[in-house]
């Protein structure tokens, strides 16, 4: 009964590729994030989304799109990846869009691009 | 942008120490939150702090929403092998685009 959770965990491609990463939370909140997290650990926030609508893109470029199907999905879709896509992805999710809400972070994905 | 300068960067302990790490800004923040990441796992909030002075316990961890909302502190008492980990801090900025800003984390290692 993982409250968030993301696949795959690990995920090892060539440069130049198409992937995707999915999340989904079974809390019943109504905003879910994506977090990317760099190899010093540094966690940034990329996008929000509250009931399937985009709150916040944090200049993230365009090669990664978000699609949430329903309010417990939020997946993340890469194109084209780069060598500095290679980080540890993270999905969480807070019960509304009220910042100071309590975020749940999914266990991560960490993504490496060779 | 509002930064957050997370310290120390990395700890080694003797299990039975007490530690504190800090976190500092230029910026003010409303709200402070210490979350802790463990291997392999995504963090998982710890403590949130909600105004200015407060200071909150949860078991043997302690935290501190500074004065001057510029600042907050973390300690761990008598620290035992499984509080190893990264600690983050993370501030709730003030103002009209309230953001959730992240520190750089401390590692933390326990020798038992």
């Known amino acids: 009964d993982t409250a968030v959770s993301q696949t795959p965990k690990y995920l090892v491609t060539q440069m130049g590729n198409d992937k995707s990463i999915k999340c989904e939370q079974n809390l019943g909140h109504d905003t879910m994030y994506w977090y990317k997290q760099d190899s010093k650990k540094f966690l940034k926030i990329m996008f929000s989304?509250?009931?399937?609508?985009?709150?916040i893109n944090e200049t993230v470029p365009n090669r990664f799109s978000p699609k949430s199907p329903d309010k417990a999905h939020l997946n993340l879709h890469i194109n084209s990846l780069e060598l500095g896509d290679s980080a540890v992805y993270f999905c969480a999710s807070s019960q509304d869009m009220a910042v100071a809400d309590t975020q749940y972070f999914g266990p991560g994905t960490r993504l490496t691009v060779l | 942008g509002q930064q957050l300068n997370q310290s120390p960067q990395s700890m080694f302990i003797q299990e039975g120490e007490d530690v504190s790490m800090n976190c500092t800004s230029s910026?003010?923040?409303?709200?402070w939150l210490w979350y802790k990441q463990e291997p392999g796992e995504g963090p998982v909030l710890l403590i949130a702090l909600y105004k200015a002075g407060e200071l909150t316990s949860n078991g043997r961890l302690t935290a501190q929403f500074g004065i001057t909302r510029k600042d907050s502190f973390l300690n761990i008492s008598a620290s035992i092998p499984s509080d190893v980990g990264i600690y983050f801090c993370?501030?709730?900025?003030?103002?009209?685009?309230?953001?959730?800003?992240f520190g750089k984390g401390t590692k933390l290692t326990v020798n038992p």
């Open positions: 989304y509250n009931n399937k609508e985009l709150i």
């Open positions: 910026s003010i923040f409303n709200t």
């Open positions: 993370a501030g709730i900025t003030q103002g009209g685009s309230e953001k959730l800003v």
